[in-house]
């Protein structure tokens, strides 16, 4: 399965220190070597690096290690193919226009049998059942919503319901966002942590780097860090309950 980690929070911040870790899963300390991507949400805009080689020795990888773009909402996905090629084509996350504003979305799982056929707007550009995931979501809520955005209790209200039907057919942890609203649904395993004040230092698990976040912080941030599976081994992480879709906003998640 391919591996996800999201970061939300109330002051654009930089993800450097989590995709450390992060990106070593792809080759280094797991076998997810299919290719991966980053997305960062900069106002209306929305910077995408992909990539179909290995994280861990991908030049754009070393790139945004080094490369402290700050951001509120960033999704990531480091890729173990089960359906389509290795190719730049089929690398999440995936970005499409909706309601003039960018959407991404990333998964983790496999849906067997499910077979979208775009009867409107969207269409998938590679071959992974992640991307025909993400245009059935989008054509769904364009169909219920053409006068635009909606309040966030009917958009999730719709989401949930696409959700359900969407994981009776597999494994389905995915994360969304439109720069604005960033949700995190849990089909198996997803987990994450809200750090804020009184920050304190954090240690990877898959690097032997620690930061200290009070040096970095102010007491007034908050940030909610995503994950397939903990970043950190002295920290506290919570797992999202199978079947639960979780709302991250300002670095808080919200329940509807």
């Not at 226009?97 to 979305?105: C, Q, S, T």
């Not at 940030?223 to 999202?240: G, K, R, S």
């Amino acid at each position: 399965m391919c591996q996800l980690l999201g970061m939300n929070c109330n002051v654009p911040t930089d993800i450097c220190f989590s995709f450390e870790g992060f990106s070593a899963r792809g080759g280094k300390t797991d076998e997810h070597r299919d290719g991966w991507g980053i997305a960062f949400f900069e106002g209306l805009g929305c910077r995408i690096f992909l990539d179909p080689k290995p994280s861990v020795s991908s030049p754009i990888a070393d790139l945004v290690k080094c490369y402290p773009i700050h951001s509120t909402h960033v999704i990531a996905h480091i890729r173990k193919a089960t359906q389509g090629k290795i190719a730049l084509e089929n690398c999440h996350p995936f970005c499409r226009e909706l309601w003039g504003r960018y959407w991404v979305f990333a998964h983790n799982g496999n849906l067997v049998d499910f077979d979208f056929k775009s009867t409107g707007f969207y269409k998938p550009v590679g071959n992974t059942d992640s991307e025909k995931a993400f245009c059935l979501i989008l054509e769904t809520w364009r169909q219920r919503f053409p006068g635009g955005k909606p309040p966030m209790r009917e958009l999730y209200a719709v989401l949930k319901e696409i959700t359900t039907t969407l994981a009776e057919k597999g494994v389905f942890n995915y994360l969304l966002s439109d720069g604005e609203h960033f949700f995190a649904y849990g089909s198996t395993k997803l987990f994450y942590i809200l750090r804020q004040a009184p920050f304190a230092a954090a240690h990877l698990i898959d690097e032997d780097v620690t930061v200290d976040f009070q040096e970095l912080t102010t007491p007034s941030d908050r940030v909610a860090v995503i994950a397939t599976t903990p970043l950190t081994d002295n920290e506290v992480w919570t797992q999202i309950e199978p079947g639960e879709l979780l709302v991250f906003q300002d670095g808080l998640p919200l329940k509807f």
